[in-house]
């Protein structure tokens, strides 16, 4: 492990020639790890500049936090459907891994990574036999409304 450096915060910087004292934005850069140098805003709850979240306060209502909550994607084309069905193909997948190499079907290294949602390690015969089951089960109930 990498040992880890005490990160100095100056609370205050000086302007105007050393004749203004106000508080300094707290921001850190993850590439630098220097202390942003601008003022940070009067208004300003978590002592940020206007750059880094200054002005921003959040939405207040429930209405607006789950507004927010569901706006939250990554790109235009990525709805959380689309991810829901790409972890439901990775589950399935690991889970194939992992029953290939109960029954010694393959030598090769697992995948590494973080595993999908809902994925727990085949071990034994009789819990690659339960999964088995499982599929067969939800494929014949068909899709489930909702869903």
């Given amino acids: 492990m990498k040992p880890t450096k005490l990160l100095n915060i100056e609370p205050f910087l000086t302007t105007a020639g050393g004749r203004i004292e106000c508080l300094r934005c707290t921001a850190m850069s993850k590439r630098t790890k220097l202390q942003c140098g601008k003022p940070a805003l009067k208004t300003s709850k978590t002592q940020k500049c206007q750059f880094h979240g200054g002005r921003s306060t959040g939405p207040k209502t429930d209405a607006g936090k789950a507004r927010i909550s569901a706006a939250q994607l990554t790109h235009g084309r990525e709805t959380q459907q689309i991810r829901a069905e ?62």
């Fill in 86 to 147: 790409r972890s439901k193909a990775a589950l399935v997948l690991s889970q194939l891994e992992d029953a290939m190499h109960v029954l010694n079907m393959t030598t090769a290294p697992r995948i590494r990574g973080r595993k999908p949602n809902g994925y727990w390690l085949l071990t034994t015969l009789d819990e690659v036999r339960e999964v088995v089951v499982l599929d067969a089960l939800h494929k014949a109930r068909g899709p489930v409304e909702g869903q």
